[in-house]
DNA sequence: ACCTGAACACCGTTCAAGT
DNA sequence: ACCTGAACACCGTTCAAGT
């Protein structure tokens, strides 16, 4: 752990030396990684390892805890070396979101692989989605927070990915009849607005999480025929 | 605007006498208020002049980039002062929120007092609604983020209020045979979900504005028989 | 009671320099 | 190409001290 400590005054540096010969230097010894056996984070997966650590922090203590330094030094690289990934805190922020409809995705995607018909269908998605944005409130925020900006590309498509499969289920669930008429890009984007609604009031403590199911059996009779 | 400066080197202060004959100092002699005729802001209602200018800042430039300092040099007290009426940033925060709340509640009240029955009431609430919520989109993201937190109750109490007149707007409705039935609290809880779904949906850019009309159009008739 | 000024411990961002 | 270290210009928060 400690193997030397070079001389200058005012300048805590340690430096250690792995099994492959390679000097490590960081201001924080105890957060180094191994070098030797697996490959360090850095060097290679940067980029990954920020995200790992920054959807972590994102969990535990929320978007406004989220500190670049932080997660460098977690990580034990300089408080410079994140740039190279992500040139702003924004960038990483983005980032996160855009993993975030990733995510929200394939959860949906789950969620339509269950037995049952289309109305079952229906009801499971809606209990997905909801859950996924109540389990990740911090996440969810972070996806429906003013991408007007330049750079928001990439996210705006992430998110095109969620919505073009519940507009699948939506013209599924109109054409056997067991879902309202009307626009299913309409029926699609205010189905995901109530359920993000919903997950909102949660999020934000005025509803209790114990009501979710009467409310989502509401908001469900509201949908299906 | 400059009459004199002090001496000292490397304090960039001046000072400036007003027609009552105070010294009023100031790092940011621009920024200085007139103390002589309408009252300098501070001293008294600096609590008033902090809402206000973080409330315009909010609009302006979001929550994120609301400093405390900011608002101090702005309003042309010290850094310190905002914390005897709010004692961290947060607090400011969970005041506009709460101010949020009870803006939100008026603009709801000028719109059921509209004429027409009470469908054409829904109808005008819903739209007041989001119409509040997409013109306030920072403000609005505000209000519904993360009250799980000590010294959130006065927020929810807020809150509470356009909640209440929902939910009267919801109980008329369905005895006047023009609202689908079931638990009032619920249908209220899911219309102003669907309501604040459809402003974040625009607020994100995942919707467009021009939408929004036959968006609230769709989730309308979900809502009336 | 309310505000000031200095101080502390952080930030994000930039940039020359290293390997 | 990727990272480091120092530097810059900020923050929020705290606290003794002033009026």
């Given at each position: 752990?400690?193997?030397?400590?070079?001389?200058?005054?005012?300048?805590?540096?340690?430096?250690?030396?792995?099994?492959?010969?390679?000097?490590?230097?960081?201001?924080?010894?105890?957060?180094?990684?191994?070098?030797?056996?697996?490959?360090?984070?850095?060097?290679?997966?940067?980029?990954?390892?920020?995200?790992?650590?920054?959807?972590?922090?994102?969990?535990?203590?929320?978007?406004?805890?989220l500190a670049l330094r932080d997660l460098a030094r977690e990580i034990g690289v300089s408080h410079a070396a994140p740039r190279r990934h992500f040139p702003t805190r924004q960038a990483l922020l983005d980032a996160l979101a855009e993993d975030?409809?990733?995510?929200?995705?394939?959860?949906?995607?789950?969620?339509?692989?269950?037995?049952?018909?289309?109305?079952?269908?229906?009801?499971?998605?809606?209990?997905?989605?909801?859950?996924?944005?109540?389990?990740?409130?911090?996440?969810?925020?972070?996806?429906?927070?003013?991408?007007?900006?330049?750079?928001?590309?990439?996210?705006?498509?992430?998110?095109?990915?969620?919505?073009?499969?519940?507009?699948?289920?939506?013209?599924?669930?109109?054409?056997?009849?067991?879902?309202?008429?009307?626009?299913?890009?309409?029926?699609?984007?205010?189905?995901?607005?109530?359920?993000?609604?919903?997950?909102?009031?949660?999020?934000?403590?005025?509803?209790?999480?114990?009501?979710?199911?009467?409310?989502?059996?509401?908001?469900?009779?509201?949908?299906?025929?």
């Amino acid at each position: 752990m400690r193997e030397g400590t070079s001389e200058a005054v005012n300048v805590v540096m340690s430096y250690k030396v792995d099994s492959d010969y390679n000097v490590v230097k960081g201001n924080n010894v105890g957060m180094i990684r191994r070098v030797s056996d697996d490959r360090p984070y850095h060097h290679g997966n940067l980029r990954t390892a920020l995200l790992a650590a920054a959807e972590r922090g994102l969990r535990e203590r929320g978007a406004d805890e989220l500190a670049l330094r932080d997660l460098a030094r977690e990580i034990g690289v300089s408080h410079a070396a994140p740039r190279r990934h992500f040139p702003t805190r924004q960038a990483l922020l983005d980032a996160l979101a855009e993993d975030g409809f990733a995510r929200l995705d394939s959860v949906l995607l789950t969620a339509l692989e269950g037995t049952g018909g289309t109305a079952a269908h229906v009801r499971a998605v809606m209990t997905a989605y909801v859950r996924f944005a109540t389990e990740n409130a911090a996440l969810a925020d972070l996806m429906y927070t003013s991408k007007h900006r330049p750079g928001a590309e990439r996210l705006l498509e992430a998110a095109a990915a969620p919505f073009g499969r519940m507009r699948e289920l939506v013209l599924r669930g109109q054409s056997e009849g067991v879902l309202r008429g009307g626009d299913p890009d309409r029926l699609g984007m205010v189905l995901i607005a109530t359920l993000q609604g919903l997950a909102s009031m949660v999020n934000s403590a005025i509803a209790e999480p114990e009501q979710l199911g009467d409310l989502l059996e509401t908001a469900f009779a509201q949908f299906v025929l």
